[in-house]
């Protein structure tokens, strides 16, 4: 993991910390400093939040610890919107205008893009990571590849 050098953001020295908190503390707590840590420390990431699949083994998200703008999606069934692809696809989607995605569940009209990654425990889906950003086109290549090893992190701890 390195530098992202086009911005500047530090992510090298992001990922000790979250696999730091991942270790040493409970799940809930775990999981709310990670979102207020890229949160704060990314400024396209302005919303931050995880689903996890509930009940476990089910076809249904629920929202779980957030930072960012309340939203009115706290359970979201498989298939639905971004985060409900994603589930069902069980892989990363990458939005980078959402008004040009149709299968799109808005939680703000601030909101111009979107990047949702499945925690996974083997072939198991756990849950999702999904972050909002107020840019257009925010997510990168270096952001999928850094919350891709923040997942993996996570998933740890599920
Ligand atoms: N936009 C998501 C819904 C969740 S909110 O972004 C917090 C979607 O389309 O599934």
């Known amino acids: 993991m390195e530098q992202d050098s086009v911005r500047g953001i530090p992510f090298d020295?992001?990922?000790?910390?979250?696999r730091a908190i991942v270790?040493?503390?409970?799940?809930?707590?775990?999981?709310?400093?990670v979102c207020a840590i890229l949160n704060e420390s990314v400024p396209h990431y302005?919303?931050?939040g995880f689903y996890l699949v509930d009940p476990p083994g089910s076809r249904e998200l629920a929202l779980g610890p957030f930072v960012g703008a309340p939203t009115e999606h706290v359970r979201i069934p498989f298939g639905k919107g971004?985060?409900?692809r994603a589930a069902e696809e069980r892989a990363t989607i990458v939005v980078q205008d959402v008004t040009?995605?149709?299968n799109y569940l808005s939680c703000s009209v601030n909101v111009k893009s979107e990047i949702v990654l499945p925690l996974m425990k083997g072939t198991l889906l756990l849950g999702e990571?999904?972050?909002?950003?107020h840019t257009v086109a925010a997510f990168t290549d270096?952001?999928?590849?850094?919350l891709t090893a923040v997942c993996e992190c996570v998933a740890d701890l599920l």
Do not use: H, M, Y
């Open 23 to 33: 270790g040493n503390t409970s799940r809930e707590t775990a999981l709310k400093r």
């Open 100 to 102: 040009r995605e149709a």
């Open 13 to 18: 020295t992001l990922l000790p910390r979250i």
């Open 82 to 84: 971004v985060c409900g």
């Open 142 to 146: 270096a952001d999928r590849a850094f």
């Open 129 to 133: 990571l999904d972050i909002d950003s």
């Open 46 to 48: 302005d919303w931050v």
